[in-house]
Nanobody, 118 residues
């Protein structure tokens, strides 16, 4: 079982920055991949960024060059640094952990609201 706790959301003006944190209850290097996804009402949840256990990263085209996913193994925490924020980045952001062993386990955090508005 993996528990994920997000923090760092809030209200920010267009062009501003926020850093989201996701604290995991287990060693993050034991997790196959971790990432962030976001969802707005009435739309499907979309992946924003992922980082694999080996450190490889992937980003949605809409955030590439503006968002950076990183991790701190000592704190078992994954971060999402969001720069040059736009109103269309407004969403609930969720942390995700996928653990593949003999079966696939998929865990989600409770979500944190990010609002980009002047």
């Amino acid at each position: 079982q993996v528990q994920l706790v997000e923090s760092g959301g809030g209200l920010v003006q267009p062009g501003g920055s926020l850093r989201l944190s996701c604290a995991a209850s287990v060693n993050i290097f034991s997790i196959t991949a971790m990432g962030w996804a976001r969802q707005v009402p009435g739309k499907q949840r979309e992946s924003v960024a992922t980082i694999s256990a080996s450190g490889g990263t992937n980003y949605a085209s809409s955030v590439k060059g503006r968002f950076t996913i990183s991790r701190d193994g000592a704190k078992n925490t994954v971060y999402l640094q969001m720069n040059s924020l736009k109103p269309e980045d407004t969403a609930v952001y969720y942390c995700r952990a996928i653990k593949v062993t003999q079966r696939t386990e998929d865990y989600w955090g409770q979500g944190t609201q990010v609002t980009v508005s002047s």
